[in-house]
């Protein structure tokens, strides 16, 4: 009931939203009309329309207010108006649940939804489902089923769709109308099929023979309605992924034979079955693939984008299953429709040749400055893809995504270049220079702040190993001339980098930061004083530790140490090795020299796991002494099969000269209550069991936790690698199953646990260091030792690194994990920090004759991490 605006209203705003400044107290006011006799349907309607207007923008209606309205808007039924009949079930709908009592109206739709007008019945029905709780179903009952199987199509779909809504609240009335419900589906109509097929599924739905049987029943005896094809297929390929059936069950045969439905709809859903259906071999993808190019020629947009975005899907996966579609889509990459064009070239440069590169990319050029931004991302991404298949093409492509670079656009798809170029850089040596370059001219008239400072700290940290480090010189200091505060800081980092690996340039970046210590903004000032005391020095092991790799802790927990050292004064300095290590990937994503921009954004501090587990240890008092929680194991190791009667997890706790072994214990018998429940561990090397702290009580299904805490070797240091046999030892009290209360003393009891294994890798926490070859030379050669070993059982380089990385529990530097292709030498570098907060490097050098043959190189500041490192490698 909107009001008619001629078109001069229109062109001068004032048919945008005739709604827009209404009021709640006037409209509840207007209400009142609702009262008068006789009823004005139209005034009326209007009335309701603004109340249902209000409802949906999230106006706030009160009980109070609500009910007065409702139940003034029942003497609306005295009218036989049509429109406002209509209204009045839509608005019943809408304050159901904020108004009281509305249950008032169910004779007044009762009597609608047996009455003879035919379009009261289908609104009538759904309104009264609504408002019908689970204790007042059952007075329904009888017209639900005579509703669900009439003749007149709308009223049985609207018993059906609200039979759907009222499985959740009464599953137990409902599933008696499966009758009804059976006898629906076989109607002519197609909406009432595909309702009563829907109900009968949610129905059964956990039921999985049920689901199977009702599934061949139907599609043996064929569909009318396209949706219910559509549904069964869901239904059927969802059974097979839950049965991990073969391709050979009735199941695949019947989504199979839908790729041969009369229906376009039919056909798609089948063939977007089949392709996502997982471990699909090429084979049984090729029928669905045929569909789908088919589509690719159909003269409907929607057709053609729907068969590109899946095949665009398979391509990630089965990029030669695709191939047969190429001619197909290199035609639609002309297609008018762009989002289709853009599909169609990404799906491309998934299945494309390296011969058809250049190709692809003039024909991207011609339509790049047509679609949205959202798609520009997608093509980079595909070009990211296809860097790391083609290396050797990365010269065309670099010159491709740099002239992207240069065009419009917003952040996001600026940054997708920027990333794509980075990834390019670190992946291939050859195109270093190139890429820099290409970055360079880019942040000369950089709008985005995040993405100028991540480009000047990779050249503070690729730069300087260039053929020609001073040329980026120019584009850096530019920054410190041109841009504002965030982009300043940035780029004296970045100097500064440049300065502590390159001697020759050293005084000429001396002299640009004397001029950026005169700066107006206190972080570029700092940084610039701070490196340029440190730069002063001409201390290799200063540039290291100060500048190129900076600290490894994690920030947070450097500011509540900080911040708890302050609250506690002490005559002690603080200790940095109190503080927990940050993460490796943590420190690869936030680098030592984080943008101001980062730094100064309000930032929740998060709790970190380690810091939780901190805590908790804390709290028992036999754990008081250990000083601070070098490492917990990233995850927790099983003791039992899941399905046996106890299910014991262990959690490795590591401290400076112990460890605490936490086990989550949980009890699955619910007759039995343990007690006093310890974990009993019998060391095969040197480590001394000091004592087991009990779960007092393991009642039924809820997790208790133990521990038990040992002392590192002393005797033989260098033994860290160690085999634990477990015993639970614990007194079990029969119980009653439902109240749980315990009825006798109980005994003493045992349950054998899986042996448990500590490695090398538990007492070394990973770190990244950006610069190795820095690190190298701070930690120095005084503890350095070197031997060779000859991995007898391996027998590829990418297998030795894998297992290296693993075994040590280590971070691989510089991409060194990366083994390069046809080559049998490789070297590994890793970095980690030993219990205690001792720097421990790794150089592992390898050679692939017949066996791998491996030397490894190791440095610390203390002696001990070194010899560990040989003795767990001999």
Request: glycine share 4%.
């Amino acid at each position: 009931m909107l009001k008619k605006f001629d078109k001069k209203d229109e062109e001068s705003g004032g048919g945008s939203n005739p709604f827009q400044h209404l009021e709640k107290s006037a409209v509840l006011q207007e209400a009142r009309v609702f009262n008068e006799t006789p009823i004005n349907p139209r005034k009326c309607a209007h009335i309701l329309t603004k109340i249902l207007y209000l409802i949906n923008q999230g106006e706030h209606l009160g009980t109070t207010e609500a009910t007065e309205a409702f139940f003034a808007m029942t003497k609306l039924f005295q009218s036989n108006d049509p429109t406002l009949r209509r209204m009045c079930y839509l608005t019943i709908k809408e304050m159901s649940c904020i108004a009281e009592d509305v249950i008032i109206v169910t004779s007044s739709l009762t009597k609608d939804m047996t009455g003879k007008e035919d379009n009261y019945r289908g609104p009538a029905v759904r309104a009264l489902c609504q408002i019908t709780d689970s204790t007042m179903l059952q007075a329904i009952e009888r017209y639900m089923k005579q509703a669900i199987v009439d003749k007149v199509p709308s009223v049985s779909s609207s018993a059906l769709v609200s039979s759907l809504h009222l499985l959740k609240c009464s599953f137990d009335v409902v599933k008696r109308w499966v009758n009804e419900a059976q006898e629906a589906a076989s109607s002519d109509n197609i909406m009432v099929q595909y309702h009563a097929l829907g109900l009968l599924y949610h129905v059964r739905k956990s039921d999985r023979l049920a689901v199977s049987k009702m599934v061949s029943k139907f599609t043996r005896h064929g569909l009318k309605s396209p949706f219910a094809y559509c549904m069964m297929i869901r239904v059927a390929s969802k059974q097979l992924e839950e049965e991990d059936g073969s391709r050979d069950s009735p199941l695949f045969d019947f989504i199979e034979s839908c790729l041969r439905n009369k229906h376009e709809m039919v056909v798609y859903e089948a063939a977007s079955a089949i392709v996502n259906l997982p471990g699909c071999s090429a084979k049984e993808l090729a029928p669905a693939v045929s569909v789908l190019q088919l589509f690719c020629s159909s003269p409907k947009a929607a057709l053609r984008y729907a068969a590109v975005r899946t095949l665009n899907k398979v391509a990630m996966k089965h990029p030669s299953a695709v191939t047969a579609c190429n001619l197909d889509l290199e035609n639609l990459v002309t297609d008018s429709n762009r989002s289709i064009a853009t599909l169609a070239i990404t799906t491309l440069l998934k299945t494309g040749s390296e011969s058809s590169i250049d190709r692809l990319m003039k024909q991207i050029s011609s339509f790049m400055s047509e679609i949205s931004d959202e798609f520009k991302v997608v093509v980079v991404q595909a070009i990211s893809a296809l860097c790391q298949k083609y290396p050797r093409k990365h010269a065309v492509l670099m010159n491709f995504l740099f002239t992207m670079l240069r065009e419009e656009g917003g952040f996001e798809y600026k940054r997708a270049i920027v990333d794509c170029i980075i990834s390019i850089i670190e992946e291939n040596s050859d195109s270093k220079e190139t890429g820099l370059s290409h970055l360079c001219e880019f942040i000369e008239d950089c709008e985005f702040t995040v993405l100028a400072t991540r480009i000047l700290h990779l050249l503070g940290q690729e730069g300087p190993k260039t053929n020609n480090p001073s040329k980026y010189i120019r584009f850096i200091y530019n920054r410190v001339v041109l841009e504002h505060e965030e982009v300043r800081a940035g780029a004296v980092s970045a100097l500064a980098k440049f300065g502590a690996q390159n001697e020759e340039m050293l005084p000429s970046i001396l002299v640009l930061l004397r001029r950026c210590v005169m700066d107006d903004d206190n972080e570029v000032r700092d940084r610039a004083t701070f490196y340029l005391s440190v730069l002063e020095q001409r201390q290799k092991a200063l540039n290291a530790g100060y500048i190129l790799n900076g600290l490894t802790v994690s920030i947070p927990g450097l500011e509540r140490a900080l911040q708890q050292y302050t609250l506690e004064p002490s005559e002690k300095p603080f200790d940095l090795k109190s503080v927990p290590l940050a993460t490796a990937p943590v420190a690869e994503q936030r680098p030592e020299n984080t943008p101001v921009a980062a730094a100064r954004q309000p930032e929740k501090v998060a709790t970190t796991r380690q810091e939780i587990f901190q805590e908790q240890l804390a709290a028992v008092p036999e754990f008081c002494g250990l000083g601070p929680l070098f490492k917990s194991s990233p995850e927790p190791v099983a003791l039992t099969e899941s399905e046996t009667e106890y299910v014991i997890h262990c959690t490795k706790h590591t401290f400076t000269d112990h460890m605490v072994f936490q086990f989550d214990c949980t009890n699955t018998l619910n007759d039995q209550t343990l007690e006093n429940v310890t974990v009993q561990m019998e060391p095969t090397e040197a480590y001394e069991v000091l004592c087991c702290v009990p779960a007092r009580s393991l009642p039924y299904n809820q997790p208790g936790t133990c521990y038990t805490l040992v002392a590192l070797p002393k005797d033989d240091p260098t033994a860290v690698a160690c085999t634990f046999s477990c015993m639970m030892k614990f007194t079990v009290k029969d119980c009653d199953p439902t109240t749980g209360e315990t009825d006798d003393e109980g005994y003493e009891d045992e349950y054998v646990l899986e042996d448990l294994e500590v490695t090398v890798a538990d007492h070394i926490q990973k770190v990244m260091k950006v610069n190795f070859e820095a690190a190298w030379d701070e930690v120095g050669d005084e503890f350095e030792k070197e031997e060779t070993f000859t991995l007898s059982t391996i027998k590829t380089l990418e297998e030795a690194v894998g297992n290296i990385v693993k075994f040590l529990g280590m971070h691989p530097c510089e991409r060194s994990d990366k083994v390069p292709d046809s080559k049998n030498t490789h070297t590994l570098l890793l970095a980690g920090v030993f219990r205690g907060g001792h720097d421990i490097l790794v150089r592992s050098r390898l050679l692939l004759l017949d066996t791998v043959t491996m030397q490894v190189t190791a440095r610390s500041s203390e002696e001990l991490p070194v010899d560990v490192i040989l003795a767990s490698v001999g």
